[in-house]
């Protein structure tokens, strides 16, 4: 079942506008965002010695964020000020992290505790990993999706999101089934991360897997995923207590080899971020593009003739973790040459903005029967001695709306904002297991 603009802006917010839940969720990642980064800056500063200064660092992350979020929200904007800060807050984390990874490895061996950190903490190739990580997310998601087109940018997305909220949730539970040692403590006998090759391992493999796994059904059975998002999120809830409750009883041993393996979590979040990076650009250059091309071809009005009142082309909400997807049906459009089939054509049309209302499952009606239109991609049948029809032929059609515009920015936020807010609640949950273990040892 379709809905229209018209009825979404009656009975939900208005159009271009975000539900309040969604905007105190962006508020919370706000607050969350500023005490996380004082807070680091505080303790990293307390477990270095006195004649070590960290300089603008100490303070110039803290200050940083609170420059970028008041930027983000009060320049004028024609939908909800709260979605571009939903957008723009995770390219902020990921100038944090590039920002503080160098500053880490250079003072890390002035640690006072330096036995509590391992090489694997300190030297942790971050950005190479990062690198190759995400072209090998994009290749898994091309070859799953190669043949839907678009949909390997939203795969990869999932992906990256999906390995971001899985690692974070393994983590904590990994280290306690695997200590890797007999007492709480760590010595030379029994190092903190002995066998690192295997016990890095038992810590990627399972999530990579299993996030790889979801996001092959997610692109191949979008209708399966609409369906058991309810049970989804049951077991990722359950996975959060479970991590929770390992950290809230787990032993010195078991907490600072979860401290040695952030860097994994801090390269997870930076590969989620390129994803929502990606999606953004190629969002707009996919509408600028196929808005070249539209214009550039022949063109012909029409009206949309269908054999029943449900739209023909839509779009659909499958999950929080991908952008709106393309659902349409054949129809035929009336034109002054005679009838033209449309089977798969190019949507050429901005994002409407109705779409912020809509709630996983439901669909958003853009072309229905009756509506007027603009075809381009045809070609005319008469000069092939073959063909004695006068009617155009489909050859790699386009459709838009008859008062169509040409798409900007707020188009890719449209898309963009649902996983970004996703994002936004991934780094929370997985921030949880970290608070337990500081308020059980408070």
């Not at 939900?12 to 508020?27: D, F, K, N, S, Y």
């Not at 965002?33 to 006195?50: E, K, R, Y």
């Not at 609409?226 to 390992?246: E, Y």
């Not at 590969?271 to 012909?300: D, P, Y």
């Amino acid at each position: 079942m379709f809905r229209e603009p018209s009825e979404l802006s009656l009975t939900r917010q208005p159009a271009g506008m975000l539900p309040v839940w969604v905007r105190i969720v962006i508020t919370l990642a706000c607050i969350v965002s500023f005490a996380s980064v004082t807070v680091g800056s505080q303790l990293l500063w307390d477990q270095l010695p006195s004649w070590v200064d960290l300089g603008y660092f100490r303070y110039g992350l803290t200050f940083y964020i609170s420059f970028w979020i008041l930027v983000s929200y009060f320049p004028p904007w024609p939908m909800s000020r709260a979605m571009r800060v939903a957008v723009l807050l995770p390219v902020a984390h990921a100038v944090m992290i590039a920002c503080a990874w160098p500053v880490w490895t250079s003072v890390s061996r002035y640690l006072r505790d330096a036995d509590a950190t391992t090489t694997f903490a300190i030297q942790f190739p971050l950005m190479l990993v990062v690198g190759c990580t995400a072209v090998g997310f994009g290749l898994v998601s091309w070859l799953v999706s190669r043949r839907r087109s678009g949909e390997w940018i939203h795969g990869f997305t999932m992906l990256a999101l999906a390995e971001l909220l899985l690692l974070g949730l393994w983590i904590p539970v990994a280290c306690s089934a695997w200590p890797g040692g007999l007492g709480e403590w760590w010595s030379i006998s029994e190092p903190l991360l002995a066998d690192a090759p295997s016990r890095i391992a038992f810590v990627v493999a399972p999530p990579t897997i299993l996030a790889i796994g979801f996001t092959v059904i997610a692109l191949r059975k979008p209708n399966w995923l609409v369906a058991q998002h309810g049970t989804l999120g049951a077991a990722v809830g359950l996975l959060l207590m479970v991590a929770l409750a390992t950290r809230l009883d787990a032993s010195a041993r078991v907490m600072l080899l979860y401290s040695n393996f952030v860097p994994l979590l801090l390269a997870a979040a930076m590969v989620a971020v390129v994803g929502l990076i990606v999606l953004g650009a190629v969002t707009w250059w996919r509408a600028f593009s196929m808005h070249r091309t539209f214009t550039a071809r022949e063109r012909r009005g029409g009206t949309v003739v269908s054999d029943n009142d449900d739209a023909v082309i839509g779009l659909e909400i499958t999950s929080w973790l991908r952008g709106p997807r393309v659902v349409q049906r054949p129809f035929n459009v009336t034109t002054s040459v005679g009838m033209l089939p449309m089977r798969g054509a190019h949507l050429v049309a901005g994002m409407p903005a109705a779409t912020s209302q809509l709630k996983i499952g439901e669909r958003l009606a853009v072309l229905k029967a009756g509506d007027d239109v603009v075809v381009a991609g045809q070609s005319d049948a008469g000069g092939d001695p073959f063909r004695t029809s006068a009617a155009p032929l489909a050859d790699g059609m386009f459709v838009a709306p008859a008062a169509h515009e040409r798409q900007g920015l707020p188009n890719v936020a449209l898309v963009m904002w649902r996983p970004a807010v996703a994002y936004l609640l991934i780094v929370s949950a997985i921030a949880l297991p970290a608070l337990a273990a500081l308020l059980s040892n408070a």
